[in-house]
T-cell receptor, first 114, second 115 residues
Framework: GAGVSQSPRYKVAKRGQDVALRCDPI?????LFWYQQALGQGPEFLTY????????KSGLPSDRFFAERPEGSVSTLKIQRTQQEDSAVYLC????????????FGPGTRLTVL | GDSVTQMEGPVTLSEEAFLTINCTYT??????LFWYVQYPGEGLQLLLK?????DKGSNKGFEATYRKETTSFHLEKGSVQVSDSAVYFC??????????????FGTGTLLAVQP
């Protein structure tokens, strides 16, 4: 079946612009995670949804970052007033249930802020 | 807080050589441990996992054993191939008493296998 998909795959933004990154999880997956991967580093947790509820947003680096999953399926990560330090690959992962450990990752969106 | 430390790369090996990538962890609870692999131009893929002490995860000739006494989860393969060239990430998941099942990753180890 289809895996996790993300769009766009690449995004170039000028500093100060707002961006929106989309994640389509595997159908039926309850849990959805966003991670940020800086160049040469491992992914770092940003936020977690169980269905439409955002249960953990402790990893969001600032109030410029906002995520939503209004119908419990597709999720959008929005970054307002982008800064150069926001340049990274943003990864989305989904898992079948909150008690299931295996997370399946999408290909990521590479954001470059000029 | 919980953390993962893995050996720095790059690791350069000849085809058919033995591979070890070291990984140690710090966790307050009883984590599950994972190895993810990222091939060039692709997303993260789960390679193997172990959910409790002394479990051995294995896949595609790779294996790793959950060692609670040494807090380690080293990745091994007896004979690497050029197609194994990728970045390997060690990770843990420690729900503790909370609801979040987030993964905590190491910094990744680049493996380059030469023919």
């Amino acid at each position: 079946g289809a895996g996790v998909s993300q769009s766009p795959r690449y995004k170039v933004a000028k500093r100060g612009q707002d961006v929106a990154l989309r994640c389509d999880p595997i159908s039926g997956h309850v849990s959805l995670f966003w991670y940020q991967q800086a160049l040469g580093q491992g992914p770092e947790f940003l936020t977690y949804f169980q269905n439409e509820a955002q249960l953990d947003k402790s990893g969001l680096p600032s109030d410029r970052f906002f995520a939503e999953r209004p119908e419990g399926s597709v999720s959008t990560l929005k970054i307002q007033r982008t800064q150069q330090e926001d340049s990274a690959v943003y990864l989305c992962a989904s898992s079948l249930a909150s008690s299931t450990d295996t997370q399946y990752f999408g290909p990521g969106t590479r954001l470059t802020v000029l | 807080g919980d953390s993962v430390t893995q050996m720095e790369g790059p690791v350069t090996l000849s085809e058919e050589a033995f591979l070890t990538i070291n990984c140690t962890y710090t966790a307050t609870g009883y984590p599950s441990l994972f190895w993810y692999v990222q091939y060039p131009g692709e997303g993260l893929q789960l390679l193997l996992k172990a959910t409790k002490a002394d479990d051995k995860g294995s896949n595609k000739g790779f294996e790793a054993t959950y060692r609670k006494e040494t807090t380690s989860f080293h990745l091994e393969k007896g004979s690497v191939q050029v197609s194994d060239s990728a970045v390997y990430f060690c990770a843990l998941s420690d729900r503790g008493g909370g609801a979040t099942n987030k993964l905590i990753f190491g910094t990744g180890t680049l493996l380059a296998v030469q023919p």
